[in-house]
């Protein structure tokens, strides 16, 4: 352990004198530490890849806060949590965005069925004549329970495309109801 | 996991020689020089309040600068702690600033109790507040500029501390420099905004010092 520790100690001092040997060998090793502690954490795989690279990029950022004098461990698990953290915030505040969205809807949904009788079934109607992609975005998002992202992984586009294409129907979908 | 290695490898051509950054006790002594400078420099252009030798005599007031200037001291070091992502594995020290502000509100009670019959407080009251911000303004862009070179992981605390720290080096000018007995208007206008100063500093710390 102590080696262990020892030795990504002195690669980082190797690294910061602009050994890039060095530096690329404790990255690799930094990676392999790092990614139980993720994977025990998120779900998904390209989701600790992800981080991963993000965390890596953090290292990079602020290797000059580090001087080989102190273990290096804390300090690079500080960083690890921090961007944790971060991500896991940005994934919650996600889920609540699009939960935002669903009730929006369904506000909507419940105006328009008393003031001019569109029922549930019309607004799946409505749903179905969306574009296909949007459609099977929202019937996963709202039918079956998927966040932006894993419908991202699932349907093979990236997450902010997701997004947009989600707002976009929305969109449509009031108008329908509106008229 | 083959992003991972192009990512491995485009870090590892980037690796040019680094300067570690100092220490973050001289960090601090920097910063607490720097204080001073300008303290002094301040208390040049605005002069000394006319009474301070004699009320260099009074235990209580000697008290009070004195555990301000511990308040100087503890936030700087605490600020420069919270700079790196793992506070340079000080984290308890990193926690001083909350022993000198406990020690600071036990000496103000101890000088609120002490001074008997109250002393008269002057007439004006938030313009001690607006004089020591506007003072606190350039340590604090100082100490923002610095922290920003560095990688917090602790954005609200950092700014908080930052802020009350700066903040501090103005209150030090204002009670070397205003003439004033009272210590209902002392802790009225000149700490308790400190309060106010902190949450602020959390917010600035928050939009700032993101990397």
């Not at chain 1, 102590?2 to 404790?26: C, H, I, P, W």
């Not at chain 1, 809807?105 to 008393?114: F, H, N, R």
């Not at chain 2, 609200?156 to 802020?163: C, E, L, R």
């Amino acid at each position: 352990m102590t080696d262990n520790s020892d030795n990504f100690a002195t690669l980082m001092k190797q690294a910061l004198a602009g050994d890039q040997r060095a530096y690329s060998e404790l990255l690799q090793d930094t990676s392999r530490l790092l990614r139980p502690f993720l994977a025990k954490r998120l779900s998904f795989t390209s989701e600790v890849d992800d981080l991963l690279q993000e965390i890596l990029i953090s290292i990079h950022k602020a290797r000059h806060t580090y001087d080989g004098k102190r273990p290096y461990k804390p300090w690079v698990y500080a960083i690890a949590r921090f961007r944790l953290q971060d991500h896991l915030r940005a994934h919650y505040a996600d889920h609540l965005h699009h939960a935002d969205d669903l009730s929006e809807i369904e506000e909507t949904l419940q105006q328009d069925v008393t003031e001019s009788a569109i029922s549930y079934e019309s607004i799946s109607g409505e749903v179905e004549k969306l574009p296909e992609k949007q459609a099977t975005i929202l019937r996963l998002m709202h039918q079956e329970g998927y966040t932006a992202r894993e419908v991202a992984e699932k349907i093979g586009m990236n997450e902010s495309a997701v997004k947009v294409a989600a707002h976009r129907a929305y969109k449509i979908l009031r108008q329908k109801l509106e008229k | 996991m083959a992003n991972i290695d192009e990512l491995i490898n485009k870090l590892a051509r980037d690796g040019t020689v680094i300067k570690p950054a100092h220490h973050p006790v001289l960090l601090s002594l920097e910063w607490i020089a720097a204080a001073v400078f300008y303290l002094a420099v301040a208390l040049m252009i605005s002069g000394l309040r006319t009474d301070l030798m004699v009320k260099l005599h009074e235990p209580w007031f000697v008290v009070e600068i004195a555990t301000l200037v511990g308040i100087i001291a503890a936030t700087s070091l605490s600020a420069a702690l919270l700079s790196f992502p793992d506070l340079h594995q000080m984290r308890r020290v990193a926690l001083a600033p909350a022993i000198a502000f406990a020690l600071f509100a036990l000496v103000m009670l101890f000088a609120w109790r002490a001074d008997n019959p109250p002393s008269q407080p002057p007439i004006h009251s938030v313009e001690c507040t607006l004089s020591i911000t506007m003072l606190a303004i350039l340590p604090a862009v100082w100490i923002f500029f610095v922290m920003r070179k560095f990688a917090s992981t602790h954005h609200y605390w950092s700014g908080g501390i930052a802020m009350l720290a700066a903040f501090s080096v103005g209150a030090l000018w204002l009670r070397l420099y205003e003439q004033t007995d009272s210590i209902m208007h002392v802790i009225e206008w000149h700490y308790l905004p400190m309060i106010l100063i902190g949450l602020l500093g959390m917010w600035l710390g928050k939009v700032l010092l993101k990397w």
